[in-house]
């Protein structure tokens, strides 16, 4: 999906293939609200796939560079692991089930707005939401003006509660950053990852690495094996051991 993104952002936003600039790709591939409801239309030339697939083309278009790696950095450090407890297949079927809904999320909070949205930042919230539950006790690296080593459940959780802070009350005004898709995709990535993932693959595990020590420190120092024939000893006010 990586690649995919990067693809996509090689060949329609820096003119490889294409003689649009990345406005006109925005509008092409872009997802807005009032032309999916059907309030305003694409002019024909910009009109190149069907209104609905807006719902999954928008996510693999991005503004700038910039904005095209810091949605790529989240992918780099979540979506594998939620991959490895989907599947491949059905990691493919998660990612755009995300980026639709969160789309969607979107077009009902902005009904009327003829500025398409674009960007995998959806599909990003998705993840975030499907690793909160796979993983909450792994630790991640914050560089928060220096670099800590916190736990994913106290990371992430701030930044949904800052989505959700901005879009009620700070972000009317900006119109640059689509908070309401990033709600939707967390809410879907939550909710879809309790029924996509595969067999045997819990719930809130513990983390990894501190499984690893755990396991290192049993080989390391295993217990005593029991010694054959020696019964625990009786109590020593007379009343029976529970082996007889």
């Known amino acids: 999906m990586m690649a995919a993104n990067v693809l996509v952002y ?14 006109e790709s925005a509008y092409m591939w872009g997802l807005i609200p009032a032309v999916f409801n059907g309030t305003a239309w694409r002019p024909e ?8 697939a807006t719902l999954f083309t928008y996510a693999f278009v991005h ?15 979540f979506a ?12 493919f079927i998660f990612y755009l089930l995300c980026a639709a809904a969160a789309g ?4 009902l909070s902005a009904p009327l707005s003829e500025g398409p949205l ?27 003006f220096i670099p800590l080593h916190l736990r994913a459940a106290w990371v992430l ?5 800052f989505q959700f802070v901005v879009a009620f009350w700070g972000g009317q005004g900006d119109e640059q950053i689509a908070w309401w898709a990033h709600i939707g995709g967390v809410l879907a990535g939550a909710v879809l990852v309790v029924f996509m993932r595969q067999r045997g693959v819990p719930l809130f595990a513990p983390d990894p690495y501190e499984a690893h020590v755990a396991r ?9 094996p029991p010694q054959e024939g020696v019964l625990p000893e009786r109590e020593k006010d007379g009343t029976k051991g529970p082996w007889q």
């Not at 959780?157 to 509660?161: C, E, L």
């Open 10 to 23: 090689l060949l329609l936003q820096t003119r490889l293939f294409v003689d649009e600039v990345p406005v």
């Open 216 to 224: 290192r420190r049993l080989m390391q120092d295993p217990p005593p």
């Open 80 to 91: 594998d692991n939620v991959e490895d407890a989907l599947g491949h297949v059905r990691y």
């Open 118 to 144: 674009i960007g995998a930042s959806g599909a990003v919230g998705g993840n975030i939401g499907a690793y909160l539950l796979l993983h909450p006790r792994a630790k991640v690296w914050v560089l928060v």
């Open 63 to 77: 503004f700038d560079l910039w904005h095209l790696v810091g949605n790529m950095l989240f992918l780099w450090v």
């Open 104 to 107: 969607y999320v979107f077009v």
């Open 45 to 52: 030339e910009l009109a190149v796939v069907p209104d609905w």
């Open 157 to 161: 959780s701030a930044w949904i509660i």
